[in-house]
């Protein structure tokens, strides 16, 4: 039914295609406690960083299942930028408020 080279074809597109994504190669194997130290040393110094490591961050996090808790809140849930700016702290109520997008969030306190 399909011409004799169409799995020559299948195959070079799949290469084409692993090429142009060099992720899935220089991803490194790493277990749960070098990923929280990974994590830990990410947060140390969050302000200068950029929205994609970041994202990165966060991705890491949940393939394996590691709850970020209170850094979460460094930045914000919308663009994944670092600064967040408190406006209001009122009734036990957090707000907090990006500068790149204006988003507010609101975090209770205990």
């Known amino acids: 039914m399909f011409p004799n080279y169409y799995g020559c074809l299948q195959?070079?597109?799949i290469e084409r295609v692993f090429?142009?994504?060099p992720l899935f190669f220089n991803m490194k194997k790493l277990t749960k406690q070098e990923a929280e130290k990974e994590i830990e040393k990410f947060f140390k110094n969050i302000r200068d960083k950029n929205p994609k490591e970041i994202k990165k961050i966060k991705r890491l996090a949940m393939r394996y299942n590691?709850?970020?808790g209170e850094k979460r809140k460094l930045f914000?849930?919308?663009c994944f930028g670092p600064k967040l700016k408190v406006k209001v702290i009122?009734?036990?109520i957090k707000t907090t408020e990006c500068q790149q997008c204006k988003?507010?969030?609101r975090w209770k306190l205990r």
Request: proline share 0%.
């Open 11 to 13: 195959k070079i597109h």
């Open 76 to 78: 914000c849930k919308k």
């Open 90 to 92: 009122k009734n036990k």
């Open 19 to 21: 090429k142009s994504c």
């Open 66 to 68: 590691l709850k970020l």
């Open 103 to 105: 988003n507010i969030s």
